[in-house]
């Protein structure tokens, strides 16, 4: 079984800075990508950011593109989303999930299909 933590969130006005993380541990074997969605209250949940196998390729949601950088340290199994210029709108529960996967250079950036999720954190940005 795999557990994925994600921490990191909390309350800020509009124009902060947050960072998470999300940390891998259990019987979590490579190869696998770990990546970032969120879900806002009535919404699906959606990509933030992803990273390909390789680390060669990123994809970023277009509200988001500018303004979060997502990075990764395998040595840790852990991911990281920088969150800087945060809006309102930016305000939902993100979640990192976790997909097996043996190609090096696609990017999964749909929900669907990833093995394990975290249990979420919460982000609450103040006008």
């Known amino acids: 079984q795999v557990q994925l933590v994600e921490s990191g969130g909390g309350l800020v006005q509009a124009g902060g800075s947050l960072s998470l993380s999300c940390a891998a541990s259990?019987?979590?074997?490579?190869?696998?990508?770990m990546n970032w969605f969120r879900q806002a209250p009535g919404k699906e949940r959606d990509l933030v950011a992803a990273?390909?196998?390789?680390?060669?390729?990123?994809a970023y949601a277009d509200s988001v593109k500018g303004r979060f950088t997502m990075s990764r340290d395998n040595a840790k199994k852990t991911v990281y989303l920088q969150m800087d210029r945060l809006k309102p709108e930016d305000t939902a529960v993100y979640y990192c999930?976790?997909?097996?996967?043996?190609?090096?250079?696609?990017?999964?950036?749909?929900?669907?299909?990833?093995?394990?999720w975290g249990q979420g954190t919460q982000v609450t940005v103040s006008s």
């Open positions: 999930g976790l997909k097996y996967t043996s190609r090096w250079e696609t990017v999964y950036d749909a929900p669907e299909g990833y093995n394990y």
């Open positions: 990273i390909s196998l390789s680390g060669t390729y990123t």
């Open positions: 259990g019987r979590a074997f490579s190869p696998y990508v």
